[in-house]
């Protein structure tokens, strides 16, 4: 199987991922909007006594959070530097239902398809060569009737100057090159690669971010950054 996998874009996280749990580093943004999309998730797909897989974990910001009140979380990355990260706060943080594989989300479908209630894959498919491959491959490894959570960032002019000009160049909150404004996906897209995927689209939020008071809140505008939530059927 050939991987799904852009290097480039696993170095970028792999460079920084000493800082991924520093609230005040490059990973802010992903510090801040954990709770909202936590207790989103969390509200829609009750965690508790569930198992769950986070796709594209990264340092384990949602993973981790999701492992305190589900039953059981695999976070998978392909990035290895970031999972060491996780794996290490989740040691130092005494978070034992939790644990780490450097894979892709083909591969462990190919595995373990139908293991979780509940699969999570945000802010990932923005980063991946072909993001339908990702989200079939979250539609596998769903059982009937379980959940599945996106998020990403819209493609159109608005979205270029808030994620990219705005949030890497004005404001700062990101690297430079954190993201490449082609590979951004419209929510009409990836509603169409869930449909294929067996998935239905239950519900969808965006997210928006306040300069000035420099808080993120969910909102009905999905212009920039946002959330799908998708049922596999029973
Ligand atoms: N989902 C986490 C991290 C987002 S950062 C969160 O929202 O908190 C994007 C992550 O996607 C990085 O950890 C990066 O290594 C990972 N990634 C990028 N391409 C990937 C791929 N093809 N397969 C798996 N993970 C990938």
Redesign the pocket.
């Known amino acids: 199987m050939t991987?799904?996998?852009?290097a480039q874009?696993?170095a970028k996280?792999?460079d920084l991922a000493h800082r991924w749990w520093d609230p005040e580093s490059e990973f802010r943004p992903?510090h801040q909007i954990?709770p909202l999309r936590l207790d989103w998730i969390d509200g829609l797909a009750p965690l508790r006594g569930k198992a769950v897989l986070?796709?594209?974990?990264?340092?384990g910001?949602?993973a981790e959070s999701m492992a305190l009140r589900a039953r059981h979380v695999t976070g998978?990355?392909?990035?290895a530097k970031?999972l060491g990260v996780a794996r290490l706060h989740a040691l130092e943080a005494g978070v034992e239902n939790l644990d780490y594989r450097e894979i892709?989300?083909e591969a462990i479908a190919a595995e373990r398809p139908g293991a979780f209630d509940v699969v999570?894959?945000?802010?990932?498919l923005e980063?991946?060569?072909d993001p339908s491959s990702?989200v079939r491959a979250c539609s596998e490894l769903v059982a009937p009737g379980g959940w599945v959570f996106f998020?990403t960032l819209n493609r159109n002019p608005k979205s270029f100057l808030f994620a990219i000009v705005g949030a890497e160049y004005v404001l700062r909150l990101l690297p430079r090159g954190t993201h490449e404004y082609e590979r951004f996906i419209r929510p009409s897209e990836l509603a169409r690669w869930c449909r294929d995927a067996g998935l239905e689209i239950a519900a969808t939020r965006g997210m928006e971010y306040n300069p000035f008071t420099r808080r993120y809140g969910l909102s009905g505008n999905t212009s920039v950054n946002y959330l799908v939530a998708c049922r596999k059927a029973a």
């Open positions: 991987v799904n996998v852009d874009e696993l996280f792999s992903l954990n986070d796709v594209g974990c990264g340092g910001i949602l998978i990355d392909l990035a970031p892709a989300a999570t894959c945000m802010e990932m980063h991946v060569p990702v998020s």
